[in-house]
């Protein structure tokens, strides 16, 4: 699997800049999308691998969300930002997608790109996400495009080793700096989650110093609602 991205990407992955206009048509095509967004997504036919494709082992969707930054975001506020790109079941399904996204360095505001195993929502809360956690690393300015193309190539090149632990990879593109993380389904698996937090080091040639947290969803969500219980009754007063 390795050597097949290894030779596409040869040919598929330059830079692949896309100009604002770009952008701009993209955001236009999923806001003309929204209203029916969950009605389409149900009906989505799963994606398989077109003839002389290389399958992937599992199969996998691009998802997109940006809000207002300062603004509280309910649950649903934010299960209703986020919005499915497509799913791909091959190689070359993969690079048909990825070749025309903008990448992560020239999001502006407050962007997000999930990459998930198909049928499993970018949410704390679906089934395969809520018992697990998930590795954190914040990054300066100007190394997200190369840490997200390296993470995810190697997430879907199976590179991690741990089965069907991983759920997917997040990054999130900020005002000081940006973070990148990737999701597995049990926290309270310790030899996995080291295997990952090893891989990572190696996938990302991260320098011994960098900084990497762990954390469950289950305190992401205490901490979600701790804040937003203060800010009600702050809200409140």
């Known amino acids: 699997m390795n050597n097949k991205f290894d030779a596409l990407k ?9 100009d604002q206009g770009s952008q701009k048509d993209c955001e236009k095509e999923k806001n003309d999308n929204d209203e029916d967004n969950d009605q389409n997504t149900a009906k989505k036919k799963i994606a398989v691998p077109g003839v002389g ?33 497509g799913s791909f079941a091959s190689v070359e399904q993969f690079w048909r997608f990825y070749s025309h996204m903008i990448r992560p360095g020239d999001l502006t505001g407050h962007s ?7 049928g499993i929502k970018p949410m704390w809360e679906d089934d395969a996400n809520k018992l697990g956690g998930k590795w ?10 190369r840490c997200w193309e390296n993470l995810i190539l190697a997430m879907l090149g199976e590179q991690f080793m741990v089965g069907e632990e991983i759920c997917g990879a997040v990054v999130s593109v900020r005002f000081q700096e940006d973070i990148i993380s990737i999701w597995n389904k049990t926290a309270s698996d310790q030899a996995t989650i080291t295997r990952i937090r090893d891989t990572l080091r190696r996938v990302l040639n991260l320098p011994p110093n960098t900084i990497m947290e762990y954390k469950t969803h289950t305190d ?11 800010v009600n009754a702050v809200g409140g007063r």
């Open 53 to 85: 494709e290389h399958p992937l082992q599992y199969n996998y969707s691009f998802w997109y969300s940006r809000r207002t930054p300062g603004r509280p975001a309910s649950t649903q506020s934010y299960e209703s930002n986020i919005k499915q790109i």
């Open 112 to 118: 997000d790109f999930h990459l998930f195993k198909e």
């Open 220 to 230: 992401s969500i205490k901490a979600w609602e701790d804040f937003h219980g203060l």
């Open 10 to 18: 040869d040919d598929d992955s330059g830079d692949h800049d896309q």
């Open 136 to 145: 954190i690393i914040r990054l300066r300015k100007g190394l997200a495009s």
